[in-house]
């Protein structure tokens, strides 16, 4: 069985995110979204959230399940036999990170491949950041978010605004 790992922050997730998703489980026997924890950046929603968000858009995808690791990530990859890491490239700044990563996390881990999908042409422009600055100015977010998650980034906003 092929087991694709696509990890990240998703905070929250996006409709970049979720094109990736959707392919990678398209090639892919069974897809692992791996939210997970960030030390760099100060996230809007809990990784308790971030995890419900991604799997209320993907539970009608039958092979993609959803967990949440604070292990490093070529550690926690090894509990998934012959399993490759998935990323997205939306331009030569991701590829110039993600390269880096990805021979980081073979250097930890020799078996862990990582395999880069172009980012879809319609969503090379969306970020999780983009995202949450476009709600801070009370944008429509349906070209940015899947709508189920609409309101609930609407409502985060808010909150944050008062705090
Ligand atoms: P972001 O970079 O938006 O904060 P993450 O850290 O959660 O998102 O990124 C997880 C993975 O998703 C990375 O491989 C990143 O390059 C990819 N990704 C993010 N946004 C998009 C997009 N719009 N299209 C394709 N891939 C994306």
């Known amino acids: 069985m092929t087991t694709a790992l696509y990890p990240g922050s998703f ?5 970049g995110h979720l094109n990736i998703i959707r392919r990678a489980s398209r090639i892919f026997d069974q897809v692992v979204v ?3 924890m960030n030390s760099e950046k100060k ?8 995890l419900a968000l ?3 858009v ?3 995808l039958p092979n993609v399940s959803v967990v949440t690791t604070d292990e490093l990530l070529a550690e926690h990859a090894k509990k998934y036999e012959g399993a490759v890491l998935v990323k997205g ?6 590829f110039d990170y993600e390269l880096q990563l990805a021979l980081i996390n073979k250097k930890m881990n020799a078996e862990l491949e990582t395999v880069f999908l172009p980012a879809s042409e319609k969503y090379t422009f969306l970020s999780s950041t983009a995202t949450k600055e476009m709600a801070r100015y009370g ?10 998650i609409i309101d609930d980034v609407i409502e985060k906003t808010k909150h944050r605004r008062q705090t």
């Open 11 to 15: 905070d929250p997730i996006t409709l």
């Open 34 to 36: 791996l939210v997970m």
């Open 89 to 94: 490239l939306r331009a030569v700044s991701d």
């Open 139 to 148: 944008a429509d977010l349906s070209e940015f978010v899947p709508v189920e």
């Open 43 to 50: 996230s809007m929603f809990t990784i308790d959230e971030r």
């Open 54 to 56: 991604v799997q209320r």
């Open 58 to 60: 993907t539970k009608r």
